[in-house]
């Protein structure tokens, strides 16, 4: 850490330190900034900056991120260069220059990775594992990394949570508890939460082709690989897409899934009715939501173009990382739900540790299978046969979508519309999306969940 404080000397306004000399080149020397660059750690062949061999059967694993690694990123957070303000209100283009100057004083006096690190080891049961898929042109093992909290009750339901974008596996933690172990009358739920591939702590894909269908094989495969073949599902966002790819190409073993995100493009009849005014209030409301996120979704277009782009500058800057995963985080949260520095820091630590090219690549993986058409949504997704439901909160893009839209891409058998709530339920508003994740699998008639409940 003498680089670090010799570097806040030098940059700093007060003090002027001489950090020309030898001692400076050997310390660079040691961090290993001369040899290998920065992103070069032990574990070369997944490109991470921490141990594991990811095996190919579950194994036990605790978060032990790469000292070298932390360091750096503490340096590369004090040698922030800031942009200029120009005079606009707060928040218009993104994020001012006030809020990366708090982020970054936050994170070099008061942010603690290590603590960070031991409260997540704490709070999740973590493993490893690398799964490979069966008849399939993806010919690389994918490296997972996931959290397996199992119910003592011996009827309980094997569930799948997925997370989305900017989120991590750490959307899962207000979850674990009510659901492995709830009260009298309630299913209980055996939780596989895994970081998406990319993400966390589950390593970049080294080949293109992690789209839907190959990233549900994936989750599929996890599943399997976990001795639960048959399972049920809950999701949002790149998750929620998942979760459409897994029920309906292999119904054999989801029993039913429960989105916060399901999306459908409107037709051309759907389009002229609301021209004349004829579409219902719920469709209104939909429509306009979808419309709107079209003309704002610049950030999906570049990342379904050209991502590197952008990448590369994030991949070195962890305040500008940070930067792009809070705008994010912002614009889709329950306003009432107040993010703490930390918490900012850590979800972006989510996608700074693995590097943020695999997750943002994953919308040109979207984008290439159909799922996104330019601004507006495409219609690739294959039918889900098993019993769906959707629940729905109004700081989502896609709020009020009728259970009859639902219905022409699944077996939409549950609708719940709230009156709060946005992008994260599972973090912002954990008590009603437990409430519906019991609702709807709780209820055998219209969740197919006899097999464990009768």
Not at 22 to 30: F, K, P, R, T, Y
Request: glycine share 8%.
């Amino acid at each position: 850490m003498r680089v670090l404080r010799c570097c806040l000397l030098l940059f700093g306004a007060l003090t002027i330190v001489d950090c020309s000399g030898g001692d400076v080149a050997s310390l660079i020397q040691e961090l290993g900034l001369a040899s290998d660059g920065y992103g070069n750690f032990s574990n070369l062949n997944s490109g991470v900056p921490f141990d594991t061999n990811f095996p190919s059967t579950p194994t036990a694993w605790n978060i032990s991120i790469n000292k070298k690694f932390i360091a750096i990123t503490k340096l590369k957070v004090a040698l922030t260069r800031y942009h200029v303000d120009i005079d606009l209100p707060p928040w218009t283009e993104g994020p001012p220059r006030s809020n990366i100057t708090e982020f970054r004083d936050y994170w070099l006096n008061k942010y603690d990775w290590y603590a960070v690190e031991k409260q997540l080891n704490e709070k999740y049961k973590q493993f490893v594992t690398s799964v490979s898929l069966p008849d399939s042109n993806y010919t690389d093992p994918v490296a997972l990394h996931f959290v397996h909290h199992r119910s003592s009750h011996a009827n309980a339901i094997p569930l799948l949570f997925m997370h989305g974008t900017p989120g991590s596996f750490m959307e899962v933690g207000a979850l674990l508890q009510p659901l492995t172990d709830p009260p009298p009358g309630q299913p209980a739920f055996h939780v596989v939460a895994p970081s998406m591939p990319g993400y966390g702590f589950s390593p970049a894909p080294k080949i293109p082709g992690m789209d839907p269908t190959h990233a549900a094989a994936t989750m599929n495969e996890l599943m399997k690989q976990l001795g639960y073949d048959k399972y049920v599902i809950q999701a949002g966002d790149w998750g929620g897409i998942v979760l459409r790819y897994i029920g309906g190409l292999h119904s054999e073993n989801v029993v039913s899934a429960l989105a916060n995100f399901f999306i459908v493009a409107p037709n051309a009849t759907d389009e002229a009715r609301l021209a004349a005014n004829q579409t219902t209030p719920d469709e209104t409301t939909y429509m306009k939501g979808i419309k709107k996120y079209g003309e704002n979704s610049g950030y999906r277009l570049l990342m379904s173009e050209t991502p590197l782009q952008v990448v590369i500058g994030m991949t070195d800057s962890p305040l500008g990382n940070l930067a792009f995963v809070w705008t994010t985080m912002k614009s889709l949260s329950d306003p009432n739900y107040i993010w703490t520095l930390e918490e900012i820091i850590t979800w972006s630590m989510m996608y700074w540790i693995p590097g943020p090219y695999a997750s943002m690549r994953h919308y040109r993986e979207m984008a290439i299978h159909g799922v996104f058409a330019g601004t507006t949504l495409g219609n690739v997704y294959p039918f889900v046969p098993v019993p769906v439901g959707v629940t729905e909160w109004p700081g989502d893009f896609w709020y009020d979508l009728p259970l009859d839209w639902a219905q022409r891409y699944a077996n939409a058998t549950f609708r719940e519309v709230h009156d709060v709530g946005a992008h994260f339920p599972a973090v912002q508003n954990s008590d009603l999306l437990v409430g519906d994740i019991r609702k709807f699998f709780g209820n055998t008639s219209l969740s197919d969940t006899g097999r464990w409940l009768n």
